[in-house]
């Protein structure tokens, strides 16, 4: 991607980005487990924001993407401190986040230190506490002896592993036993034929959120990525109506 930047964080890691100035509140999209700032969704609101003269932050999260780093050193607190960084670095104002599956864990635990900068969420198949309720007993009892666990990838032709460092910081993440205090408006947009992530994790995560306005839209026939023309549409509406408040 010709527009491809590098932010360098203090420790010297570098991280890959993707930035247009434009019209608040800005964008930021937080990509999947193993995914990155290329995929369909993150390119379709990258592109939008362009058309609309709105501004947007893309990223790799360090070891993704075209970021430095070792997957294997990946947590959700050192992601979320990467995107914190660089939305203090690169945007003014107020931002709404836009989360994909482990994204949509990350956009709670980025919009609680966010503060009043938050004017916003979108959560795509939101996967938080994924660490809890999607694992088995057995696994956990892998992860926290220091094991790494593998999973069929639907996606592609090599397992997907779960680090002993990641399932330790996630499990100190965990979101849906209590009061989540965010305040500000947030959609939910989930497939009920998500194979990955159960749909009712989102009307859990509606339950447990603080602010009152929270709305979930159901894609019956919608898969987990959610990447159709047609779901892609329904999430750019989303994020533009939420953009321009209440009527």
């Not at 100035?21 to 924001?49: E, Q």
């Not at 036993?177 to 947009?189: C, F, K, S, W």
Request: glycine content about 12%; proline content about 5%; aromatic content about 8%.
């Amino acid at each position: 991607m010709f527009d491809t930047k590098h932010f360098e964080l203090p420790d010297g890691r570098r991280l890959a980005f993707r930035h247009i100035r434009g019209n608040g509140p800005a964008l930021v999209f937080l990509p999947g487990y193993m995914s990155d700032m290329a995929g369909g969704k993150a390119t379709a609101l990258f592109d939008w924001a362009r058309e609309q003269g709105r501004a947007c932050l893309l990223l790799d999260y360090s070891g993704c993407g075209e970021s430095e780093g070792d997957f294997a050193d990946g947590t959700l607190s050192k992601w979320r401190d990467e995107a914190l960084a660089l939305i203090e670095a690169k945007l003014d104002d107020q931002v709404i986040l836009v989360g994909s599956s482990m994204g949509g864990w990350l956009m709670l635990l980025l919009g609680m230190a966010l503060g009043d900068r938050l004017a916003g969420l979108v959560g795509i198949a939101s996967a938080p506490d994924f660490t809890e309720w999607g694992r088995s007993e057995t696994d956990k009892a892998k992860l926290a002896g220091g094991a790494i666990v593998y999973d069929e990838n639907p996606y592609g032709p090599d397992p997907t592993p779960m680090h002993p460092r990641f399932f330790t910081d996630a499990q100190a993440q965990v979101l849906l036993g209590g009061e989540i205090t965010i305040d500000a408006p947030v959609r939910l947009i989930h497939g009920q034929r998500d194979a990955d992530v159960p749909w009712e994790i989102s009307l859990r995560l509606a339950g447990t959120l603080r602010s009152d306005d929270v709305q979930v839209t159901l894609v019956k026939d919608g898969d987990h990525r959610l990447s159709r023309e047609q779901d892609i549409a329904l999430l750019l509406r989303t994020v533009d109506a939420l953009s321009k408040g209440p009527e």
